[in-house]
């Protein structure tokens, strides 16, 4: 699969195979280029070959078969230290015995700058993370979100191109997370880095990414911007990993302008629409989002495709109304709709209608 975006290649992976083993490959003949200024985040469930591509491109793992490119040299055989790049991890990975602007100032020394060209990159890069008065702390004397400030500062203060994080915000508490969400991705629109960041994390892909790589089994399923990702999942795994997903197993009847009619397991017979599927007779998994789904009568538009339903759990969430339902069968079939003084509040046991366009229903593989 060859996944690349407009524009030139800055950071380009040709072929890559990963292998611990010489057997079995946790990446796949990976082909990826990212254009410079990129934010590209790497999602997927443990195991699936992220965080190996991330390693393979810091210098810390070899890539077994393939060619890494950064700026269209590659790197297959230059050492971690030679690349240039910012590293910023979970575990923060800063000096205990070092201040916060002895730590920032480090690898400013190795590549061999003078002591008042070291103060002012530090300065500035403190100030760049709203530190600029910690600069004669510790680390101990620091809470974790400082601490992870301070690790992303010294992965910008000799100025990379490229910065690797690998789940840099795991550790933290979720108000923090979101803050540090946002002040990452405008930091690095605002200085063009080019980032690749790792996480197991859908709502942190989902709203920092210019786009999405979803890794399983060692390869790229799905490289897209996270709307596409969300609104057009091209298979089950992408539409099932990526947010909250309904899923009603049937059978292809027929495919006809552009339109799947789908027989469900239950006998029921909706509308999809094809993405990979293409005959009759084929099996296939049904997705929709729980939010793409109405019941209520005035507002199903002339053209939904309408099944009955029977109400399992009704739970008001403040700003939506959460509700679980039976449906063809099945009982985990979710329906979100916004708490609106017109929405009807359901109750535990009636029989609804409920419908959605045939647009928003994608038939995908079983």
């Known amino acids: 699969m060859t996944t690349s975006s407009n524009g030139t290649a800055f950071v380009e992976f040709d072929r890559v195979q990963k292998s611990y083993d010489g057997e079995t490959l946790v990446v796949k003949d990976l082909n990826l280029s990212l254009p410079q200024g990129e934010f590209l985040t790497m999602l997927g469930p443990s ?6 591509c991330l ?3 810091a210098g810390f793992e070899t890539a077994t078969h393939g060619d890494i490119r950064l700026d269209g040299k590659s790197i297959n055989n230059i050492p971690p230290h030679k690349r240039g790049i910012g590293m910023v991890f979970q575990n923060y990975a800063l000096f205990p015995h070092m201040t916060v602007a002895e730590n920032l100032s480090f690898p ?7 002591k008042s060209d070291r103060e002012a990159k530090v300065k ?3 100030d760049m993370v709203q530190m600029g008065d910690f600069g ?3 680390p101990a004397q620091l809470s974790g979100g400082q601490q992870q400030r301070i690790a992303l500062s010294r992965a910008l203060v000799f100025e990379p191109e490229l910065v690797l994080m690998d789940e840099p915000l795991g550790a933290l508490d979720k108000q923090l997370r979101e803050t540090l969400q946002f002040e990452i991705t405008n930091l690095a629109h605002e200085l063009g880095i080019t980032t690749v960041y790792v996480t197991h994390d859908q709502t942190e892909a989902l709203t920092m990414s210019d786009r999405v790589a979803v890794f399983d089994d060692g390869r790229i399923q799905q490289l897209a911007p996270p709307d596409k990702l969300y609104e057009e999942p091209e298979n089950s ?4 990993f990526i947010g909250e997903n309904n ?11 552009g339109i799947a009619l789908v027989e469900l397991d239950g006998g029921e017979v909706i509308d999809a629409k094809p993405i990979n599927v293409s005959q009759p007779g084929e099996r296939t998994r049904v997705s929709i989002r729980p939010e793409r789904v109405e019941y209520n009568k005035d507002r199903l538009s002339p053209d939904a495709h309408t099944l009955k339903a029977e109400v399992l759990e009704f739970i008001y969430m403040g700003d939506i109304f959460r509700t679980r339902l039976r449906v063809a069968g099945k009982d985990d079939f979710v329906v979100k709709t916004r708490n609106a003084p017109d929405q009807r509040r359901l109750k535990p046991g009636e029989t609804i209608e ?7 229903c994608r038939a995908l593989d079983a």
């Open 55 to 57: 390693m393979m491109l």
């Open 124 to 126: 500035r890069a403190l």
């Open 247 to 257: 899923t009603l197993l049937g059978t292809v009847k027929e495919i006809k302008d």
């Open 237 to 240: 795994f992408v539409a099932q």
């Open 108 to 114: 400013l020394e190795v590549r061999g700058m003078s």
């Open 47 to 52: 195991g699936s070959g992220k965080t190996t």
């Open 136 to 138: 004669g702390r510790r």
């Open 354 to 360: 409920i419908g959605w366009l045939a647009q928003d």
